[in-house]
């Protein structure tokens, strides 16, 4: 993986971390700054849905999918940028600014640059849209020395380390191609990206931007969420959290089977959210964190524009009224290579996440096309209209960020979640020269 230390910042997880400048460049940087208000924390307003023409997919994003999109990643935050929409977002451990409009944003060969001012502070940034490069951000305060961040640049798609190398997966998007089309009754979609540097680093797709249900797939976002914060030090894993009667639904879980009214840390109820896909530690903890907004912001601060947290597990209510929550596999792939990279969390929680997943209980997808053994690390999402299953094939010199989704009839998508699973991994494991193009 591409660990964080790789990175280099002036700033700190927190506030206490200010690296001294010229005042003169903050004066300058002020004035010519223009001052606009931020958005809310779960950004722009979704447009009304067109009418799908498969079922159990919503064609329509969150907002309008572009090419023209980059987050900088820098130690404790991101700053997100959208040439083509032109906004920008600061959401860091001191603060979010929500989803902010740049109209003077400067956009040339390659790098978008400008300046902001969002509550007094001042944000000017250059950042490329070349994911793999270096940006830079300068956080400008009142009465405070300004704060010059640096890190690498993400965009989604990655572009691989080597081309060359990467050429060797192409042949992979063939085979999935077939699976895919042969799914009659699935609508599928999968993404594949490599962490190794064997393929690279290459990602490749098949329906990438298929947007079906999330089903639990979403709580890889909440848990993402849940311990930025914790790498922010604004809570803690040991922190405990009343659980009441009134929090207990059905579906998959075991607190369910619990007697409540108990306290239950946050480290179980992460752990059960992953492990058991607990329905119970998934509504505690969107409650916990403050409802859906912090999820969402989440998402829009890294981009993904085909994900949001829209309703609580088992929430038949608000399905009903239209409510629901979606994710694409290139969105997935997104939020899963971020983690491995450590561009999102600390090397700390990204093992702890991965940790959990490899503890996944519900197995009867990825593991169970895999010849026994193999090491995954995994998170389902299973609803009556849709089966995915994501994860990480942690096959060692072979490390792979998947996303299988499909909407449809769950049983003959969970076979054909199978097939792509298999077809990765049959691939991953054939020797990289015996690769023929089809």
Known sequence: ?????????????????????????????????????????????????????????????????????????????????????????????DGDTGRVADPTMRVAAGVASGAVVVGGTA?????????????????????????????????????????????????????????VADASLNPAGVTVRDLSGRYGDQQIAVNGSLRPKAASVIKLWILVELLRQVDCGQVFLDDGVLVTPEDVVGGTGQLQFETFPQ???????????????????????????????????LIDSMNQ????????MLDSAAAQRG?????????????????WDGEILTPASRDLMIGFMRE?????????????????????????????DVG???IPGTETAVAFLTAGPMATGDETVRRMARTVYDFLVTPAEGAVEE
Not at 267 to 295: C, E, H, M, W
Not at 325 to 337: A, E, F, I, Q, R
Not at 361 to 383: E, F, M, Q, S
């Open 1 to 93: 993986m591409r660990k964080s230390d790789k990175r280099r910042s002036s700033s700190l997880l927190g506030n206490s971390a200010r690296v001294p400048l010229k005042w003169l460049s903050a004066a300058v940087a002020l004035a010519v700054l223009a001052t606009t208000g931020p958005a809310t924390a779960d950004g722009p307003g979704r447009e009304p849905a067109a009418e799908s023409h498969e079922p159990g997919v919503d064609p329509t994003p969150e907002r309008p999918p572009t090419s023209e999109v980059s987050w900088l990643s820098f130690p404790g935050g991101v700053f997100a940028v959208d040439s083509l929409g032109h906004t920008v977002r600061y959401r860091a451990c």
């Open 123 to 179: 944000y000017r940034y250059r950042v490329p849209l070349i994911g793999r490069s270096e940006g830079t951000l300068e956080v400008i305060q009142r009465n405070r020395p300004p704060t010059t961040l640096t890190g690498v640049v993400v965009t989604s798609p990655q572009p691989p380390t080597d081309p060359v190398a990467g050429a060797r997966l192409f042949p992979l998007s063939g085979q999935l191609a077939r699976v």
């Open 263 to 297: 306290v239950v840390t946050l480290r179980r109820l992460a752990q059960y959210l992953i492990k058991y896909s607990d329905n119970v530690a998934a509504n505690v903890l969107i409650t916990y964190l403050g409802g859906f907004a912090p999820v969402n912001a």
């Open 305 to 312: 524009r085909s994900t949001i947290l829209a309703r609580r």
């Open 323 to 339: 409510e629901e929550n979606y994710t694409s596999p290139d969105d997935v792939v997104s939020v899963l290579g971020a983690v």
């Open 360 to 388: 996944q209980t519900l197995n009867t997808k990825i593991p169970a096309a895999l010849p026994p053994g193999v090491p995954v690390a995994h998170k389902t999402g299973d609803l009556p209209d849709a089966s995915h």
């Open 392 to 394: 990480y094939y942690l």
